[in-house]
């Protein structure tokens, strides 16, 4: 008669949409241009490429990081279809350039589209804006000439709700160039389990 919750995730595909390097090696801190300048996530210190890893209980699948090929969505209004369900919350491992307030296009069966806010704190690591969990960080920055020492880049765990109860279909990022996904994952409705 007991039962016990488990988490209904769902972990994204996002491979065929990244578009970006965030993330070099010291040998190689030219491969990374997560923002302008030139910037990037220091590899070394972020788990093994192509790991699976958990953030807020909610699973993840990284991509290869510091291997000089896209490991990121850098947003322009990706267009991404999801398995059809009914989920409670998009998680996202993200960073941004600067601090971001946005919104993100969810697409339901039978046509209805929601807008739902997006908001991420900034790469150059500073206290979390928005509530996020800071789920990465690396002590230190690669320039495209060097490693800058005491200099930390952050990577945050985010959520957006899905409201509708309906079942979604897609998911239009936002079209704003300073938000990069590394990872997503639908999670929900909670599963009931009996012990």
């Known amino acids: 008669m007991p039962t016990s919750a488990t988490i209904a995730a769902h972990v994204l595909d996002l491979a065929s949409h990244f578009n970006n390097v965030g993330a070099s090696r010291a ?11 030139g910037n990037s996530f220091a590899a ?7 790991s699976q890893v958990v953030v807020d209980g909610v699973p ?6 510091g291997t000089g090929t896209p490991d990121n969505v850098r ?3 990706q267009f991404v279809r999801v398995a059809p369900g009914r989920y409670d919350w998009l998680y996202l491992l993200a960073s941004a350039e600067r601090r ?6 969810l697409h339901f069966a039978h046509g209805a589209v929601d ?5 991420v704190s900034d790469f150059w690591a500073a206290p979390a804006t ?5 789920a990465f960080e690396s002590p230190l920055m690669h320039y ?7 200099v930390p880049a952050a990577m945050w765990c985010q959520r957006v709700p899905v409201v509708r109860r309906a079942d979604l279909t897609a998911v239009r990022l936002p079209h704003n160039i300073a938000v990069h996904v590394f990872a997503a994952t639908l999670v929900g409705p909670v599963e009931e389990a009996n012990r």
């Open 130 to 134: 928005f509530g996020e969990t800071r």
């Open 75 to 77: 947003c322009d209004g």
């Open 100 to 105: 971001v307030e946005d919104e993100m296009a």
């Open 27 to 37: 040998e190689d801190t030219s491969a990374g241009r997560f923002n302008v300048w």
């Open 115 to 119: 807008f739902e806010p997006l908001r």
């Open 144 to 150: 495209p000439h060097h490693v800058q020492f005491g």
């Open 44 to 50: 070394e210190h972020l788990p093994s490429a192509g």
């Open 60 to 65: 993840f699948q990284l991509p290869p990081l």
